[in-house]
């Protein structure tokens, strides 16, 4: 079967790192993705990884691991706007999207 | 504001009445997604539009029915639920390009079903 796992919630303090794991399993797999949902709102595209390796966005980076099926999302500078679901999917061999349930990011000052 | 708006944001209803979810892309995307997101649970895919085609329904209870007139605008009508369909319930699009394009999420209608 097709899964994804993240933890369900975290926390940190601003201004520190914070980085949240994803592990999955996909019929084949065409990328992972990374969005943050703010409560009440759609949930917005953060990142897209297909090969293996770290890719930096800003305070942002995303990392993949294909042969792992592992994938986490580092956060750092952390602020308090940074309190939101952060929501892991692969994209399976029909590029349909696999989610896992979001980790909620809780930043206390 | 992602280019795709959803109407109404919030939705209170009966068990026996019909109602109508709308969603609506400006990206000039080609592919349009239902989606229903319960409290700390996955997304669920309900059903998937390439080209205005139905490709993808997942197993949704005939209570929910889309329908896709043009690639730009996407309707959910809703007859009959349950309370157990209460959620959020997103729209989302993307280009269809062969490849793995981002999904664009609407605001979603909060759905409430007494």
């Known amino acids: 079967g097709q899964n994804i796992d993240q933890p369900t919630e975290m926390t940190a303090t601003e201004g520190a790192i914070v980085q949240i794991n994803c592990t999955y399993q996909?019929?084949?797999?065409?990328?992972l993705f990374w969005y943050q949902q703010h409560a009440g709102e759609a949930p917005t595209f953060l990142s897209y990884?297909?090969l293996d390796g770290l890719e930096e966005k800003g305070r942002f980076s995303s990392f993949l691991s294909r042969s792992k099926g592992y994938s986490y999302l580092l956060l750092k500078e952390l602020q308090m706007k940074d309190s939101a679901s952060y929501l892991c999917?692969?994209?399976?061999?029909?590029?349909?999207?696999?989610w896992g349930a979001g980790t909620k990011l809780i930043i206390k000052p | 504001e992602t280019g795709v708006t959803q109407t109404p944001r919030h939705l209170v209803m009966g068990m026996t009445n019909k109602k109508s979810l709308k969603c609506e892309q400006h990206?000039?995307?080609?592919?349009m997604y239902w989606y229903k997101q319960s409290a700390k649970k996955p997304l669920e895919l309900m059903f998937v539009?390439?080209?205005?085609?139905?490709?993808e329904n997942n197993s949704v209870p005939s209570r929910f029915s889309p329908e896709c007139p043009n690639s730009s605008h996407l309707f959910l009508h809703l007859h009959t639920l349950q309370p157990e369909d209460s959620a959020l319930y997103l729209c989302?699009?993307?280009?269809?390009?062969?490849?793995?394009?981002?999904?664009?999420f609407g605001p979603g209608t909060r759905l409430t079903v007494l």
């Open positions: 989302a699009s993307r280009r269809l390009a062969g490849e793995a394009d981002t999904q664009y």
């Open positions: 990206l000039g995307h080609n592919a």
């Open positions: 539009y390439n080209f205005k085609e139905q490709t």
């Open positions: 996909t019929s084949g797999f065409n990328g």
């Open positions: 990884n297909v």
């Open positions: 999917a692969a994209m399976d061999s029909n590029y349909q999207l696999i």
